[in-house]
Structure formats: C-alpha cells, structure tokens
C-alpha cells in the first residue's frame, strides 16, 4: 500500500497495513498500530496481540473472520520510544485519512477501540483507557453516528497477567 502522509512511510518497511474480516459486520475493532511481527512480514494481525484477540473473540462466539472487521487506528508500526516526530504526526493525519474513511464506507454500529491510543483516535478528549473500558460512548464521523467502547489491548493483556485475569476470563 501506498501513503506520504507522515515520515513513518520513509521509516517502516511494510507501509499502511491492510484492514481484514468481514467490512460489511456491524462490529469493528481497531487496534491502535501493527506490531513488530506484522512490520517484519508485512501481515496484518499475525502477531501474539492478534491472536489472543481472536481467542477472546471465539469464547465469546464471535468467528473470524465473518462476524468482525479488524483495522488500526493508525497504519504503520513505531515503537513508543523510537521516532517519536514521526510517530506524532502519524497520529495527527492517519485516523482522518485512513479509519475514518472506512468507518464512512462501511457503516459499522460498534467499534471496539483496543488501548488509549486507538480510543483517542476516535474519542480525541479520552483521558484513562482504565476509566473508560467497557463503557459505551456515542461517536458520529460526517453523519454516520455509532458507539465505541473502549478496552485494554491484547498487548497489554500480554504483559500483564493480572490485567488479563481482571478483564477477560479466556482460561483453556
């Protein structure tokens, strides 16, 4: 995929990230950006983050990739402490540019949002990912009005057993 909109396209090496699942499902996730494993293959939601979504989706009867649509807030990879320009203009210009115009196209009635950064790219005023997780919040992008709800992200969740425990039960 192509995009100059911020220097992450000159930086990364698997430019703008493909959305999957089913576009037409009510029911979007967004995750706030690939990780390392998707930089590395240039595959979307292949990583650990991925798939321990995909296993909380199927305990609770959701299948991928026919009942949800997959997308990031923001389309390239860039850790936290590197980049850090770069990153922050990835944040001014990716969520008009990119997930608004599938939110327009394809009309979802939920969006999950996963961790603060992909909640902020929808709710710009969200302050605590902690505070807010669970909740329902009314959005509307050019006309087309739907809910978010924020949660923790599978990255998180993976490094924080106690956070895991507390937020999902996902037990074998």
Known sequence: MNCDLCPLSTIVKSVRLDSAGNPE???FIV???PG???E???EPFQGDPAKLLLKILN???LKYPTDVYLTYAYKCFCKKDENVEARKESVKVCPSAWLNKEILAHKPKIVVTLGMEAT???LPKSSSILRMR???YDCEIEGHKFSVMPTL???FLLQDKNAEKESFVIAD
Request: aromatic content about 20%.
């Open 25 to 27: 499902s009510s029911f």
């Open 31 to 33: 995750f706030d950006r």
């Open 36 to 38: 390392f494993y998707e």
């Open 40 to 42: 590395r293959t240039g």
């Open 59 to 61: 305990k609770a009867g």
């Open 120 to 122: 902020q790219a929808l």
């Open 134 to 136: 669970g909740a329902f």
């Open 153 to 155: 992200s599978p990255g």
